[in-house]
């Protein structure tokens, strides 16, 4: 299945290629151990799913880096996007992460 | 390699253009129906024409001029007729083109006496310009090639797919010693690190990473909010500033950044570089075109038609629907990346393969339709005055 596209192997999240149904099951089929995610809500075109559960304060890797951190539990199969994730840069603010 | 060598036109500075156009450049924008009434007249001609120019200060004129001077001695450029309202800023301006041994006139408006009088002799002019630049054809090598990277309208999958594929082309024509420029500095903000972990040198990496502190302290002194991600961005399904500009920055593949150099200049580096210029896509590829760019691929997700008149402007998409969509401002549909799983070493190998032809002389979809535009930026000469008093080490580097 093509529906969802992982970039790089240290990604937990993977981007959505078509729209897809709340309930669908899927397996990435990319080297790691073999899950299967069923997604529970719909994800529509471009969004994004969480490949593993994030906690709060967990980072949130797309082409094997940080994009934000995690603001709220997010399930394996879940949506992620701005209502749960957050951005590590504050615009005007040069700090990066905590690096310097 | 699927593009690896091309027929173009040898200039006297030793760059190789795939295009022979003559160009005729309005110094200001006063004379720029003028200038487009002379190239109308004369086959094949193009208008170089940008709004302003006249009474342009500091750093706006500095941007101006050697834009205008950059696409006069273009590789791409056959002859330059220079136009101006008066023969100062004209004369000038051609001279500098002169200076590069390119074939130039000049003509004002006010010293011809008058609108008619001006486009008649500008029209001769030309001609005669065209008539003394006999054109040669040599076989020469895509390391003599100069390529913008541009990507505008983005959706999510930009990153992932068209992107992706030109990062592919990137390293392929980096290792063959062409030049890629990526630009677009507010779509930096947030993946810089990333990108400075691959400048070739220190110096490199405090350019591009006061460029773009240089570019937020400009949004905090006019007192806005540069949000970095649009209203259209977040229903496509992008969630931070990070994960737009690591998808943006993606085009220019993985290998050393060896240069940052500012508006209005030309690249001194081989492999990729960065131009310091504003994002939008018509300002954007007005400055990769001054900056030498031979051709420019540009990736659109949700759609952009607009081209540059003298680097012919490849349109990339991988959406399945602008690709249906927008089919009429489309030369490379890559939206089966996404539908099939196409890998990007295919999708690259179709982008080459337009290169190839676009050098050969294929018209791209914006030269088509004549969507091609120029804009040159405009810089708050007032805040570099404040920059240079409040962060002198930014200033400096920028």
């Known amino acids: 299945m093509t529906g969802l596209i992982i ?31 069923t997604i529970p809500c719909q994800i529509p075109f471009g969004h994004k799913i969480a490949l593993s559960a994030l906690a709060p304060g967990d980072e949130v890797v797309k082409y094997g880096v940080v994009i934000g951190v995690a603001t709220d539990a997010i399930p394996a199969g879940g949506h992620v996007h701005v209502h749960n994730i957050a951005s590590n840069r504050i615009r005007g603010d040069l700090q990066q992460g905590g690096q310097a | 390699m699927s593009f690896d060598h091309f027929m173009g036109y040898r200039r006297s500075d030793g760059r190789v253009g795939i295009r022979n156009f003559p160009l005729v450049i309005a110094v200001m924008d006063n004379c720029n129906p003028l200038a487009r009434r002379i190239a109308g007249a004369v086959r094949g001609a193009v208008p170089i024409v940008a709004a302003y120019g006249r009474g342009q200060k500091g750093e706006d004129q500095r941007v101006h001029d050697t834009t205008l001077i950059n696409y006069g001695s273009h590789p791409n450029c056959q002859a330059a007729l220079v136009v101006g309202l008066e023969h100062v800023t004209a004369e000038r301006i051609a001279g500098e083109i002169a200076k590069t041994g390119r074939p130039v006139d000049w003509i004002d408006v006010q010293g011809q006496g008058g609108t008619l009088n001006a486009f008649a002799d500008g029209v001769r002019r030309l001609n005669a310009l065209i008539d003394a630049s006999p054109a040669r054809l040599e076989r020469a090598l895509v390391s003599d090639l100069v390529i913008g990277l541009e990507c505008g309208g983005s959706d999510a999958l930009s990153g992932i797919s068209g992107n992706a594929a030109m990062g592919v082309v990137s390293d392929r024509l980096s290792a063959a010693g062409a030049t890629l420029i990526l630009s677009e500095i507010e779509e930096i903000i947030g993946a810089e690190n990333f990108l400075a972990d691959r400048a070739a040198t220190e110096e490199v990496r405090a350019k591009l990473l006061a460029a773009v502190a240089r570019c937020e302290k400009h949004a905090d002194h006019m ?31 993985t290998s050393p950044l060896n240069e940052v150099f500012a508006n209005g200049e030309r690249p001194s580096k081989r492999g990729v570089v960065f131009l310091d210029a504003p994002a939008p896509g018509t300002e954007n590829t007005t400055a990769l075109g001054a900056a030498g760019a031979h051709m420019i691929l540009f990736n659109t997700g949700r759609g952009n038609p607009i081209g540059n008149p003298v680097s012919p402007t490849i349109k990339l998409t991988g959406s399945p629907d602008t690709a249906s969509r927008m089919a009429d401002n489309i030369d490379v549909d890559l939206s089966q990346i996404v539908t099939e799983g196409m890998d990007f070493d295919s999708a690259a190998d179709r982008i080459m393969d337009m290169m190839r032809q676009t050098a050969a002389g294929r018209l791209t979809a914006s030269e088509l339709h004549g969507d091609t535009e120029i804009s040159i930026s405009r810089i708050d000469n007032g805040f570099l005055r404040i920059l240079a008093e409040t962060d002198p080490d930014i200033a400096a580097l920028t």
């Not at chain 1, 240290?10 to 299967?36: F, M, Y």
């Not at chain 2, 970095?228 to 220019?252: F, H, Q, V, W, Y």
């Open chain 1, 7 to 37: 970039v790089d192997s240290k990604d937990n999240v993977a981007t959505a290629a078509a729209d897809i149904a709340a309930g669908t099951t899927w397996q990435p089929d990319t080297a790691g151990p073999p899950v299967t995610l």
């Open chain 2, 223 to 253: 007192g806005l909010n540069m949000a970095p991600l649009g209203e259209d961005n977040i229903l496509g399904g992008l969630s931070t500033t990070e994960e737009k500009s690591l998808g943006a920055i993606r085009k220019s593949g």
